[in-house]
C-alpha cells in the first residue's frame, strides 16, 4: 500500500484536498531520515540527545519493564525488544558522529557500540545493563556539546515560575492530594532531583474535572552517572506516579523528565520553557536558566507523531476508542494539538493561550473539532464504575503500582455513556477530529518542505 492511499481515499470521500504527498512523510520518521539522507553533524547530535531524553523518561516512569517486574515493582528487568530499535538507532548515530569528526571519543563508541549490539540479541536485560549504556551516552552527548562548543548556538532563557505560597488556597479535593505528593518527594526523591515542578491547570487555578496533574522532575546529573543511584530513583519515581491517578483516575501520562544538562543545551520539544513560567516548585528552585537550541526537527517530528494517531483511529473506524479511558485521550490530544501546532512556527505560549492564537491558521469547518474537545472539557463529569474504582483501591493504595491500574482502564470492557455517543454522532466529531489533523499534516508538509529546502 503506498503511503498516499489514506489521503486520497480521506480527500474523496470528505471532499478535502490533501497537498501532502508521499515525499514529505519519510522526514518525520528520524530513522528513516538519519538513515537516508545526508545530515549535519548538528542534526545528529540533536537526535542524540532527543532519542536519550526520550529512553530516560520512558524509563523513568516504568515503562520497557518486563510483566513480572512491573506487577512486583521489582523494575529490574528490561524486555529489549522494546528499547532494540532506539539503541541500535542511537548506535548509528554514534558511529556516524565519529566516522564523519573523528573526535577523541572513538574508543569510547566503539565499545558503547559493541554493548549495545551483545545487548540487542537478548530478549531480557537486567536494569542495570541498560542504565550502564544511558550513563555512557550521556557522558558522550555532552562531550559533543562542549566538543563542537555547541552552547554558542544557543539563547538563554531565564524563567521566573510561580512562588510555592501559590499552591496554598487550592480547593479541599485537591490539597490533600498535594501535600501527600510533596511528602513523598522530601521523602523520597529529594535525593535523586533538583526540583520537582506542578504546571498545566492546577498551577494556574483554573483545571476542570477533566484536568491532569501535570509535572515535571529536574534529575540531578549524579544520579544520570550513578548507575545504582538511577536504580534507585526508578523505582522511588515509580511510586510517585500513583498521586497523578489520585487527581485524575483517567490520567495517562507519568511525569516529564529533564536532567540538569539538559537545560544547558535545552530541547523545547520535551517541555517548553514557557510552560514553566505558569509552574509551580513542589520542591526545589523558583528560578531556572536554560539555554535553548534550535528544535525545529523534533517539533515537526512530535506533531507528525500525533497526526499518524489520528490516521491509525481513523483506519480503525475509531472503534480504537472504545472506552472512557481512551476516548478521554482522544479529546486531550485534540485539545493538544493547537500548541505543539505553534510551535512548529516557532511560537511558544502557554496551552491556554494558544487557542486563539492557532485558530487563525484554520478555517471553520477545520477548526470545529477543537470546539467539540473544549465542550467535552468544560462539562466533563465522569462517574468511574465501581470495578475501576476497586482497581484503583488495590493498584494504586495497596501495591502502589499505576502500570497495572493503567493497564485495566486501557482493557476496560466498557462503552461510551449514551450522552457522549450521542454527541460524537450528533457532531460527527471523529470525523471532524479528521479533518482538522489532515490540516495541521498539510500545513506541515508546506513548512517542512520549505524548511529542508532552504537549509540545504
Request: charge should be positive; aromatic fraction near 18%.
Amino acid at each position: 500500500m503506498k503511503k498516499m492511499t489514506f489521503a486520497i481515499y480521506f480527500s474523496k470521500k470528505y471532499n478535502v484536498y490533501l497537498k501532502n504527498s508521499e515525499e514529505f512523510l519519510p522526514y518525520m520518521n528520524p530513522q528513516f531520515y538519519f538513515y537516508n539522507y545526508d545530515t549535519s553533524l548538528l542534526e545528529k547530535i540533536n537526535m542524540l540527545q532527543a532519542k536519550l531524553n526520550y529512553l530516560i523518561q520512558a524509563l523513568s516512569n516504568g515503562s520497557y519493564f518486563d510483566i513480572k517486574s512491573v506487577l512486583f515493582n521489582s523494575l529490574n528487568t528490561i524486555n529489549i525488544s522494546y528499547i532494540r530499535n532506539d539503541l541500535l538507532f542511537i548506535k548509528y548515530l554514534l558511529e556516524s558522529i565519529e566516522s564523519t569528526e573523528k573526535t577523541e571519543n572513538k574508543k569510547e563508541v566503539l565499545y558503547i557500540s559493541s554493548v549495545i549490539n551483545n545487548i540487542c540479541t537478548k530478549k531480557k536485560a537486567h536494569i542495570f545493563e541498560v542504565l550502564f549504556i544511558i550513563k555512557y551516552i550521556y557522558q558522550l552527548l555532552h562531550n559533543y556539546v562542549d566538543l563542537f562548543d555547541l552552547k554558542n548556538r544557543t539563547k538563554i532563557i531565564n524563567v521566573k515560575t510561580r512562588a510555592m505560597e501559590n499552591l496554598n488556597d487550592l480547593p479541599a479535593t485537591v490539597s490533600p492530594i498535594l501535600l501527600s505528593l510533596k511528602g513523598y518527594v522530601s521523602n523520597n526523591l529529594k535525593d535523586y532531583i533538583v526540583d520537582f515542578y506542578i504546571h498545566g491547570s492546577i498551577s494556574t487555578k483554573d483545571f476542570t474535572k477533566f484536568s491532569d496533574l501535570d509535572t515535571a522532575i529536574i534529575l540531578k546529573d549524579d544520579t544520570l552517572l550513578d548507575i545504582d543511584k538511577f536504580a534507585r530513583f526508578l523505582k522511588s519515581n515509580f511510586r510517585s506516579i500513583k498521586y497523578c491517578y489520585q487527581f485524575n483516575l483517567l490520567h495517562h501520562h507519568g511525569h516529564y523528565i529533564l536532567t540538569e544538562r539538559d537545560l544547558q543545551y535545552y530541547n523545547q520539544a520535551v517541555l517548553p520553557a514557557e510552560v514553566f513560567r505558569y509552574s509551580t516548585p513542589l520542591f526545589g528552585n523558583e528560578e531556572i536558566r536554560f539555554n535553548v537550541r534550535d528544535s525545529t526537527f523534533e517539533h515537526f517530528s512530535l506533531v507528525w507523531n500525533v497526526i499518524q494517531y489520528f490516521r491509525r483511529s481513523y483506519v480503525l473506524h475509531f472503534k480504537n476508542i472504545n472506552n472512557m479511558y481512551k476516548f478521554r485521550f482522544f479529546v486531550a490530544t485534540i485539545l493538544f494539538l493547537p500548541v505543539i501546532f505553534l510551535e512548529t512556527k516557532g511560537i511558544y505560549v502557554y496551552k491556554k493561550y494558544s487557542f486563539d492564537l492557532a485558530k487563525r491558521y484554520f478555517s471553520t469547518e477545520e477548526w470545529e473539532a477543537v470546539e467539540i474537545a473544549s465542550e467535552f472539557w468544560r462539562n466533563w463529569d465522569y462517574k468511574p464504575p465501581f470495578l475501576v474504582r476497586l482497581s484503583s483501591i488495590i493498584s494504586l493504595r495497596l501495591m502502589h503500582n499505576y502500570k497495572i491500574f493503567d493497564s485495566f482502564l486501557a482493557n476496560y470492557p466498557s462503552k461510551l455513556p449514551s450522552s457522549i455517543q450521542k454527541t460524537i454522532s450528533r457532531e460527527k466529531f471523529f470525523e471532524k477530529s479528521i479533518i482538522f489533523s489532515e490540516a495541521i499534516a498539510d500545513d506541515l508538509y508546506h513548512s517542512f518542505i520549505k524548511l529542508w529546502r532552504w537549509n540545504r
